[in-house]
């Protein structure tokens, strides 16, 4: 899988960031169960992060009028290798002089984008969450 290929994120990784969510607001126990979950899923809407492969890759946006390039920053937190930077200037490169593989790179974001938006939008609706009281402080 290269760089640029987004992952759908499996159901496992949608319910872990939706609990870190949930914990994270205890105070919000005013809402109802199914509110709460569509307001985490809202919020996973605008703050995802590139996973691929078990990886966080932190990227610089960079807009273009073919659409948005991302630029290596980290991966899981640290500096790029040099073959993972020497890949991502070649993937660069390859953009910046291959109109066809930016379209193709194009069409496949946009095709992934929706498949995880219509993931997030049917979330709420799919499951059944029910508020089962306090737990400790929780």
């Excluded at 946006?61 to 920053?73: K, S």
């Amino acid at each position: 899988m290269t760089m640029f290929q987004n992952s759908i994120p499996d159901c496992g990784l949608v319910a872990l960031v939706i609990f870190c969510v949930l914990s994270a607001f205890p105070n919000l126990s005013a809402q109802n169960p199914k509110q709460l979950m569509t307001d985490a899923c809202n919020n996973e809407f605008r703050q995802r992060e590139r996973r691929s492969a078990g990886h966080v890759y932190r990227e610089e946006e960079i807009d273009t009028v073919d659409g948005p390039l991302h630029h290596l920053l980290s991966v899981d937190g640290h500096e790029p290798s040099p073959s993972e930077r020497k890949q991502d200037d070649d993937q660069l490169r390859e953009l910046r002089e291959n109109p066809k593989a930016r379209l193709t790179l194009k069409k496949n974001r946009d095709a992934e984008e929706r498949k995880i938006d219509d993931l997030l939008r049917v979330i709420p609706d799919v499951f059944l969450f029910v508020d089962q009281g306090k737990h400790g402080h929780l």
